[in-house]
């Protein structure tokens, strides 16, 4: 579990982060500009030849949005788990190592035999563009590794803390074969336990191949999420996981994908 004082820097951490993510193009303060691929344009970008769809999902038609949840697994995660498989509907972790993946194995192994994409949002939580480039490995190598052991399969997506990322960490996301995910709608469950709430902010703001970002180590957010689920089945969207969303397409490594 994450102490309160390291969560609340986190969370000061991630509440200037949204606004820097309003366009496809967009500049981090101290950072380089960021080039976003959008999913329709990792779709179009295909391969041809390329399987027509992910499992039974093909999102060039079907109204497509992905559920994503950072800094897990925690204490939480298992009434997650539970809730999307009543609902039927896969997601995408990015879970955190220490503390989170050494002390939770099992629940890493769940999300995976549960049909779950498990990615990477590094091991301590470090921003990237502040740590040099040893650091920055060591942050992705780490957790990649600990995955792999656990479930055989090593993670081809990361999630960069508070969506921080500059061309070192493209090069060495690239070397390492980890594309970049960030997000389109947010929560802001670290500001409220309000599940009516974070429910009502998640609405607002989805669309159409978005995808959305909540945390699984906050209780009021996993609350929310039987209503979010329900909520968005009602308006035609199927959920899927970030791979679904980018097929026929696939994430290339070194690459920024948001909607």
Known sequence: MISTGKTNKRAAGLRAVPALLAAGVFALSGCTTVHATAPATARAQAAPGAPARFGTVDCREAKCIALTFDAGPSENSARLLDI??????????????????EKYPDLVRRMAAEGHEVASHTWDHQILTRIPPQRIREELERPNEAIERLTGHRPTL??????????TVHRISRELGLAEVLWSVTAKGYTTDDSALIRKRVLEQASRDGIILLHDIYPGTVLAVPGIVDALKQRGYVFVTVPQLLAPGKAEPGTVYRP
Request: without cysteine; proline residues 11%.
């Open 84 to 101: 999307l498989k009543e609902k039927e509907v896969p997601a995408t972790f990015f879970l955190l190592g220490k503390r989170h993946i």
């Open 158 to 167: 990361m999630r960069p803390p508070q969506g921080r990322t500059d061309d």
